[in-house]
């Protein structure tokens, strides 16, 4: 393996699940989050962290995709880029869980995939444009990772949210989240 396939799944993997010098991973950022938690909206026109962990993980399963060449395939959920989350809001109200936690392995499963596929690269195709389009496949890897660490400060900040409209009683689920004009 090549010293720059070596850097690039360093970097997956930093991003994702690894030790990593900023702070939280994306997989970091999701530990010990309940479906409650990740179905909790600071306001009507924001993500959810659930709604965040399943974009991380189309997106993971889209650069794959990109990457083998493969035409528009099966994600293992209806739809692409966004989904709205929970599907059933009365079942998380219920405590349940199952569904929150077969959307966690999802991402963890196109994680894998997604290095996989990385690791199997031929290094000089690193600086190549991906099949169909102009960004070079280094730069594909590297923009995935990015968006990892971007979606795992989101998820950090709703946390933090909700735990303080927790503090307050205030669930968020009543529109204005107290910021006029906070577009989180």
């Known amino acids: 393996m090549s010293s720059g396939i070596d850097q690039l799944l360093h970097l997956l993997d930093e991003a994702f699940d690894k030790k990593a010098w900023h702070g939280p991973t994306l997989r970091g950022s999701l530990r010990g989050v309940t479906a409650a938690q990740a179905a909790w909206r600071a306001s009507p026109r924001t993500h959810n962290i659930w709604e965040l962990t399943v974009h991380a993980a189309y997106w993971k399963y889209a650069v794959r995709r990109r990457l083998t060449g493969e035409k528009r395939g099966r994600f293992g959920l209806d739809g692409s880029n966004w989904f709205e989350r929970p599907v059933d809001a009365a079942r998380v109200a219920n405590s349940d869980e199952r569904l ?16 996989a596929v990385v690791e199997a690269l031929d290094p000089a195709s ?59």
């Open 126 to 184: 690193l600086g190549a444009p991906t099949k169909g389009h102009a960004n070079s496949v280094g730069f594909i890897v590297r923009g995935i990772a990015a968006h990892d660490l971007y979606h795992a400060g989101q998820i950090q900040l709703l946390k933090r949210l909700c735990r303080h409209k927790g503090d307050k009683g205030d669930k968020g689920h009543k529109g204005d989240n107290g910021n006029k004009g906070d577009k989180l």
């Open 100 to 115: 929150w936690q077969a959307d966690l392995k999802l991402l963890a499963r196109e994680h894998e995939e997604l290095r």
